[in-house]
């Protein structure tokens, strides 16, 4: 913005320096993100799916050719990859080397290895009594642990301690709870 004078829009609404480089929606109703970086990434993706008029369009020959014909080349892969599920995209650009990202889902993430490695979720009560799994902080201070010290407290359940630690007795503490100033 500084530099050219015009607001930059999010991703992927912008201009970019890649022609493909987003989220696609898939056969089963999911996304997955996929990016062709390269003229290498152009080859592989025209080959695995018998796209060599692609590959010999003089018009596509370069990635920024591409950028520049990004309007014919966004439908063509979007019909591409509409026709395949996440796991089967996921399968073939891990095997031809594209970049991708399946797009998870919230409830997809209480089962991801990765979160769930190292306790990086963390059990975590409800406040109606049911147990989840939470993200812990993702901050990491040499040894020290910041993950779940204690469940989160239910309404009331430790007004009496703390009340006590401000120098309220036993009997200042029933007055307020018989006002129904405080729940206890």
Known sequence: EVVTG???PPMPNRRGAWAVYEV????????????????????????EFGRDDLLADPALKTNEDRVRAR??????????FGGRTKAELSEICERIEIPFAPVARTRDLFDDPQLNAHGRLVPTRMPDGTMTKLPRLPVEIGTHDLGLR?????????????????GL???????????RIIVA
């Open 71 to 80: 309007d014919r080349v966004i439908p063509i892969c979007t019909e591409i």
């Open 169 to 179: 007795d036993d009997r200042e503490i029933d007055a307020l709870e018989g006002k």
């Open 24 to 47: 696609f929606k898939t056969a089963d109703d999911d996304q997955i993100f996929i990016g062709i970086t390269s003229d290498n990434h152009w080859r592989r993706f025209c080959k």
């Open 150 to 166: 204690r469940q989160p407290p239910t309404v009331g359940e430790h007004t009496r301690e703390v009340l006590a630690e401000l």
């Open 6 to 8: 015009v607001d930059t």
